[in-house]
């Protein structure tokens, strides 16, 4: 009865020697179809998305930036009514605030088109089983995200789930059986 149940944790030590495993599996088996390998591409799909919003937020930037001569008006009209209730607080000049706001959204806008395009390059690669070290490069930078809000818990769960995936060991015989059969072919 102690062999009848196999985990994650005893594959190659309670299965039957007939029974595949992530350990322990027949060679006309494909490893990208054991364990959590199978959940790869689902991963690479999500990296694709996730690069894709994160490449729209950037273009959002971009057009945010088209408007930082509306949004200093804004700010020096409101500058003008704190002046009259306070005359002695910290003013900033207009070219100041307007080179500063294009550089921040500009700088912002080419740290997401960055990451968004290594996730997109990262999860078109992963899906293949390619380049899996990218893979996770690609997820840990995607924690660059944390400057905008609404990207956060996307890169926060694709990490988590991305890391499950691919640091098992059924993932890395997966990349590996690939690159070996990619090199043989």
Known sequence: MEGCFVDDFNAGHS?????????NHEENID?????????????????IVHGVLMFLAGCGLIALAAFVPQITQQIEE???IQRQQNPNAPQISKESLQTLLTVVYSGFSVVLFVIGTINVIAGILNYGYRYRVFGIISMVLSMGSILFCWCLPLSIGLLV????????PEAERAFRWQSVNRKHA
């Open 78 to 80: 409101q500058q003008k």
């Open 31 to 47: 490893p990208r179809m054991i364990g959590k390998a199978r959940q790869v591409p689902t991963v690479a799909i999500l990296m």
């Open 161 to 168: 789930f991305g890391m499950i995936v691919y640091l098992s």
């Open 15 to 23: 299965a039957g020697a007939d029974e595949p495993t992530p350990f």
